[in-house]
């Protein structure tokens, strides 16, 4: 089946640090790569995307590049503010069907004044 | 548009009863996941609904079961609890075969407590 590995937390950041999350997968197939945001005490966000190699997806200052060669997908910021605290996962939605996505246990990022 | 709705937000059962869990999808989406996420852990896949039909399903035994309404809200069933099933559950829903370019989008899930 379809698995995620994403580098081990907690990351520990002053704000406007330079913010990179590894994360690799294997999947059947041609899947989706998205990444999800998880604040404390709630559900998961949809932060970014991309359906196909080389694409690179980006939100609220927040990129990844598809990179289909090396099945990684990871997460960059360039200046990481305290409200970006959260965890985050890296989960390919497998190709065919519903596209079910595979989480990974996430990365936990602590950004300090 | 509404979001995903789930409700209650936090349930406390003893072990060996039956919990349903509810779920409202965004307006649009008529396919809908339920997740288990124990604490520090990712959400593990549990099944999911689309047009009233199971389509997918997870590693989880049978006690764990759900039903999907024709205006596409869903519920999870959970009998004979155990202590392991103390998790929060999500719900996520997207919109027919977009999975792949839409995402899914979630609630902000049910927190259950087994003692």
């Known amino acids: 089946g379809d698995s995620v590995t994403q580098m081990e937390g907690p990351v520990t950041l002053s704000e406007e640090a330079f913010l990179t999350i590894n994360c690799t997968y294997t999947a059947t197939g041609y899947p989706s790569l998205f990444w999800y945001v998880q604040y404390p005490g709630e559900g998961l966000q949809l932060l970014l995307k991309a359906t196909k190699a080389d694409d690179k997806g980006s939100n609220k200052g927040f990129e990844a590049t598809y990179r289909k060669e090396t099945t990684s997908f990871h997460l960059e910021k360039g200046s990481v503010q305290v409200s970006d605290s959260a965890v985050y996962f890296c989960?390919?939605?497998?190709?065919?069907?519903?596209?079910?996505?595979?989480f990974g246990r996430g990365t936990s990022l602590i950004v300090h004044p | 548009e509404t979001g995903v709705t789930q409700s209650p937000t936090h349930l406390i059962k003893t072990r060996g009863q039956q919990v349903t869990l509810r779920c409202s999808s965004q307006?649009?989406?008529?396919?809908v996941s339920w997740y288990q996420q124990a604490l520090g852990q990712g959400p593990q896949f549990i099944f999911q609904?689309?047009?009233?039909?199971?389509?997918g399903r997870g590693n989880f035994p049978p006690r764990f079961s759900g039903l999907q309404f024709p205006n596409y809200s869903s519920e999870l069933n959970v009998n004979a609890l155990e202590l392991d099933d103390s998790a929060l559950y999500l719900c996520?829903?997207?919109?027919?075969?977009?999975?792949?370019?839409?995402?899914?989008?979630f609630g902000s899930g049910t927190r259950l407590t087994v003692v």
């Open positions: 609904y689309y047009r009233e039909e199971e389509n």
């Open positions: 996520a829903s997207s919109p027919s075969g977009q999975g792949a370019n839409y995402g899914y989008t």
């Open positions: 989960a390919p939605h497998a190709s065919g069907g519903s596209y079910i996505p595979t």
């Open positions: 307006s649009g989406h008529n396919t």
